[in-house]
């Protein structure tokens, strides 16, 4: 147990490396965007914009105002332009250029090698794009051109640019080469201030996940390390114990559900104490007098008499009814006892068990009355359903009042056929009304010998009557007596 508690994390380490893992995620993502692919996306971006413009720029190609409508889409787009016409000679003339100084270094490029960036366009399908950068302008020259080293100084050092080219054939035919060069910012510079704030960016976050995970698992922790040290007096057998139900709605709940559990533990508890108390008093009592009676038949000879040997009998009887009824009912809830139903004749069964009683009837005047009716067949267990009807008289007969009346009634409506074994005692309090169902409860808690009972009773009429899923019940006022029910379909 100690060993498992010490490989588990806390809810502070655990809740820690949840917010680092996730800081660090989205870091990742961070650096991965801004820096990784910084460059890439800008380009592509770039490219896209170049592409756009060179639309345009075709659909003004033979239009007669392209100067002005040029211009203005250079200087807005911050781009140079460079429009040439090819004849079929493939001599090449510039319709349009823009005043600007990329511009002019792409006239002076194409002075030496406009043969060269033709044939890319042709290569690439009619268009190239690709970095434009003062190296270009080198490698462009022929190896043995008088250019070679003699770049003009206003186009030494320029920055880095795009270069894109497409020859197309304008409306009225004529060949023409377009060429754009946009110029590149540098992100070098960016990346390096986005990288320095990232890092500053991860030592915050770092310090931020620290920071709520001790917050919030304080929150979260506080209140069940309460809920642990209440469930450990419990534990410990303390059912008083109240589980306090602070902080969320999560912990209110489990604390109400400790609360529940430990009361009804407390009162299970009460019951077992109880019913050792009966039950130890119930056998105590039969097996004094069974060994009692037997001593004084072994010693006195003239006391082995049958009515001594009938109460040892009686005596047994009790206690193997009591034994019964306790492995009954642990059966019944344990699950393992099944149902048998079959048809038989309910109203005879009742008869049958009367009889049973017969002697109480006569010696002891009881008036046992039965209200039959029509006889009545039902699919249902026999004998457990007749155990139900045991019960429920036995008890009657117990807490019937002084004219000993006790009245079974069989009525049927529609399908059902309901029964109820009603008594004229002193009647059930309707607050002790819903107990009595339970295992081990009695109303009456000083124990009389006179109305000796297990408090099994009406449990086990309870759990055969639900395994047969008929409704039941119980209708009592005190004073005056009490009718307890039943209902079942019936043939
Ligand atoms: P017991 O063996 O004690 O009779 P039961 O489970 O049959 O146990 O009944 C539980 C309690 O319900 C009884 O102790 C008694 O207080 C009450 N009770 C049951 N039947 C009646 C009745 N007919 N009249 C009054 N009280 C009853």
């Not at 119930?282 to 109460?311: C, F, H, K």
Request: hydrophobic share 40%.
């Amino acid at each position: 147990m100690k060993r498992k508690q010490r490989r588990r994390l806390s809810v502070k380490s655990k809740l820690f490396f949840y917010l680092a893992a996730f800081a660090a995620l989205i870091l990742v993502l961070l650096w991965l965007f801004q820096i990784s692919f910084l460059d890439t996306f800008y380009k592509a971006i770039k490219t896209g914009e170049i592409h756009k413009i060179a639309s345009q720029v075709k659909a003004l190609a033979d239009d007669g105002d392209r100067k002005s409508l040029l211009d203005e889409i250079s200087a807005k787009k911050e781009i140079s332009i460079r429009l040439l016409t090819i004849d079929e000679n493939l001599n090449a003339k510039t319709a349009y250029a823009t005043s600007q100084m990329r511009s002019k270094a792409l006239g002076w490029l194409l002075g030496g090698s406009l043969q060269q960036y033709y044939q890319k366009a042709e290569e690439g399908g009619g268009q190239f794009i690709e970095k434009f950068s003062e190296d270009s302008l080198l490698q462009a020259m022929p190896p043995d051109g008088n250019l070679q080293g003699q770049i003009p100084p206003g186009l030494r050092q320029m920055p880095e640019s795009l270069l894109y080219g497409e020859l197309f054939t304008g409306e009225n035919g004529t060949q023409y080469f377009l060429l754009l060069d946009s110029q590149i910012t540098p992100v070098d510079a960016t990346v390096s201030t986005l990288r320095t704030q990232l890092v500053w960016i991860t030592l915050i976050m770092l310090a931020c996940s620290i920071v709520l995970a001790l917050l919030i698992s304080r929150k979260i922790s506080r209140p069940i390390i309460k809920i642990n040290q209440s469930a450990k007096q419990l534990a410990a057998g303390n059912y008083d114990i109240r589980f306090e139900s602070g902080g969320y709605k999560e912990i209110a709940e489990l604390s109400d559900t400790l609360d529940f559990a430990a009361h009804e533990l407390s009162k299970v508890e009460g019951l077992r104490r109880e019913l050792i108390a009966n039950i130890s008093h119930d056998l105590r009592t039969p097996l004094t007098m069974i060994t009692a009676y037997s001593e004084v038949m072994r010693d006195l000879p003239g006391e082995n008499t049958p009515e001594n040997v009938q109460v040892i009998i009686d005596e047994a009887r009790r206690l193997t009814t009591l034994v019964n009824d306790l492995l009954d009912i642990s059966k019944i809830q344990s699950g393992t006892q099944e149902l048998c139903p079959a048809e038989y004749n309910l109203t005879e069964s009742i008869h049958r068990i009367l009889t049973r009683y017969a002697k109480l009837m006569e010696n002891d005047g009881y008036h046992i009355r039965f209200e039959s009716g029509q006889e009545v067949f039902v699919e249902a267990d026999e004998s457990k359903l007749s155990q139900v009807i045991y019960n429920l008289i036995n008890n009657a007969v117990t807490y019937t009042g002084t004219d000993r009346c006790v009245t079974i009634r069989q009525t049927v409506s529609g399908s059902t056929v309901r029964i109820e074994v009603t008594d004229t005692g002193e009647g059930i309090p309707a607050e002790e009304l819903p107990y009595i169902w339970d295992r081990y409860y009695k109303v009456d808690k000083t124990h009389k010998r006179a109305r000796v009972g297990t408090g099994l009773g009406l449990s086990i009429v309870k759990s055969v009557l639900e395994l047969h899923g008929a409704a039941y019940g119980v209708n009592s006022t005190v004073g005056s007596g009490s009718t307890f029910w039943f209902e079942i379909p019936c043939k």
